[in-house]
């Protein structure tokens, strides 16, 4: 959408704890997806939408469907160990892993929801009426 008008567009949301960090056994971060754009004059425009966990839900998804085994390090099981099974994750309460930088991708998304919708209160008629003008 902003794109279209030439202009940064920005989307982040927190999700329920799902993903181990880097090093941890217990989930405690969300995949809190990020999404930027931004207009490149005479160039393709930058585009990136990306989870912050080491493979998004999608793709687990996927693997599990087709009954493939998904590369050890993409997520732990219960115990916190190394899983190659979809199934496991997706049924059986596992989580996925994070890379070492992607915490911190994580945390500042979910800090950017925090302070736009629950500190400072942005209402949703606000936004809505913001967008019609």
Do not use: C
Not at 69 to 76: E, F, H, R, T, Y
Request: proline share 7%; charged share 20%.
């Amino acid at each position: 959408m902003a794109l279209e008008h030439d202009l940064i567009g920005v989307s982040m949301t927190n999700a329920a704890p799902l993903v181990v960090p880097t090093f941890g056994r217990t989930a405690v971060l969300g995949t809190n997806p990020i999404s930027l754009t931004a207009p490149a004059s005479k160039e393709k425009p930058f585009v990136l939408d990306m989870a912050t966990s080491v493979v998004p839900r999608g793709k687990l998804e996927v693997y599990d469907r087709l009954k493939k085994k998904m590369p050890l390090g993409w997520a732990v099981d219960a115990t916190g160990k190394g899983t190659s099974d979809p199934h496991t994750v997706l049924e059986a309460g596992s989580e996925w892993t994070s890379t070492r930088q992607n915490p911190m991708l994580a945390i500042s998304s979910w800090l950017w929801i925090q302070l736009l919708f629950v500190h400072w209160k942005i209402s949703r008629e606000t936004w809505t009426g913001y967008l019609k003008s």
